[in-house]
């Protein structure tokens, strides 16, 4: 039978889950900026890239309200005060709180909206769940080059990096400290198969 979704534990959960996704997509966006400043392009555009589709699962989990609107929904939930300027801090953080997300939060939120007879807002909770999952992926790696000293270093020679501000590509172990095209930082260069649009495979 299905609750009265008004009255539901679903309609407090997709409260909770709009506000987490909100503070994600404002924390990753202060996190590109201090990227920015540290002159860590990739990072910066990993951080900009993973903010935007924060602020979709905001806006999904937002508009799923719409039948209790003008209602004042109270939440408690915690949220971590990750105020880094450390990359390194900044991503392990990130790592850590998308793998709460999509391991311990949102699979509880879509079994209790399955309970509830939402079936459409229980696939919800687990398609952006499964997103989640890719973002915790994604900081993992970029954590793990950050930590090793690899994000701009390669055990190959052939390694192909590719300046993010004019496209130029340049063939080593490490990008150039300036690109010789636009005169962009090192900062820019990123490994040409983490680029979008821009992978050599994709046009064989
Ligand atoms: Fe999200
Ligand atoms: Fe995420």
């Given amino acids: 039978m299905q609750t009265i979704f008004c009255k539901s534990e679903t309609k407090i959960n997709l409260m909770r889950a709009f506000a987490g996704e909100c503070q994600s997509r404002q924390r990753y966006y202060q996190a590109a900026l201090i990227a920015q400043q540290q002159e860590q392009i990739i990072l910066e555009r990993m951080f900009r890239f993973t903010a935007e589709q924060e602020e979709r699962h905001a806006k999904q989990f937002f508009e799923l309200l719409k039948d209790c609107a003008g209602e004042k929904i109270e939440i408690t939930g915690s949220f971590p005060a990750s105020v880094f300027t450390d990359i390194g801090e900044l991503l392990k953080e990130s790592a850590d709180e998308e793998f709460h997300e999509f391991k311990e939060v949102y699979p509880v939120f879509a079994a209790k909206a399955r309970e509830e007879g939402f079936a459409d807002i229980a696939a919800k909770f687990e398609m952006i769940s ?48 300036e690109c010789p095209v636009c005169g962009a930082k090192r900062g820019y260069f990123i490994r040409q198969t983490e680029a979008p649009f821009t992978d050599a495979n994709m046009y064989k």
Avoid: V
Avoid at 142 to 169: A, F, P, V
């Fill in 130 to 177: 499964a997103i989640e999952e890719s973002h915790h992926k994604r900081f993992e790696y970029y954590y793990d080059l950050w930590n090793k000293d690899m994000l701009q270093r390669s055990e190959s020679t052939d390694e192909l990096w590719l300046c993010l501000n004019c496209g130029h590509i340049h063939k080593g172990s490490e990008p150039p400290n």
